[in-house]
């Protein structure tokens, strides 16, 4: 049985940083690819990062691209995304997610585990 949890939400203005963390057990977490989605009331979950299982491989949608990194410690089993240069728009619910390879990585339905998610509240 895979579990995510996720951690590091909170409320920041305008401009700050935070960090996501993310957290798998139950399986070799190495083998699993790692997605960042996002989701705001009446809205579809939206990609946001995805990382390879040896890190070597990311992808960051555009609206992101520049301002997050999305980095794993496979001796840790986590994955973190960091966020920088915060925008109200990037106000949401983040959620991690493992899927077993990279392809459809930015496809929500393509990940197999989910975490509870965390609320990112960017004040402006």
């Known amino acids: 049985q895979v579990q995510l949890v996720e951690s590091g939400g909170g409320l920041v203005q305008s401009g700050g940083s935070l960090r996501l963390s993310c957290a798998l057990s139950?399986?070799?977490?190495?083998?699993?690819?790692m997605g960042w989605f996002r989701q705001t009331p009446g809205k579809e979950r939206e990609f946001v990062a995805a990382i390879s299982g040896s890190g070597g491989t990311t992808f960051y949608a555009d609206s992101v691209k520049g301002r997050f990194t999305s980095s794993r410690d496979n001796a840790k089993n986590a994955v973190y995304l960091q966020m920088t240069s915060l925008k109200p728009e990037d106000t949401a619910v983040y959620y991690c997610a493992a899927k077993r390879d990279l392809s459809g990585t930015y496809y929500y339905i393509t990940y197999d585990y989910w975490g509870q998610g965390t609320q990112v509240t960017v004040s402006s």
């Open positions: 139950g399986r070799t977490f190495s083998t699993y690819a």
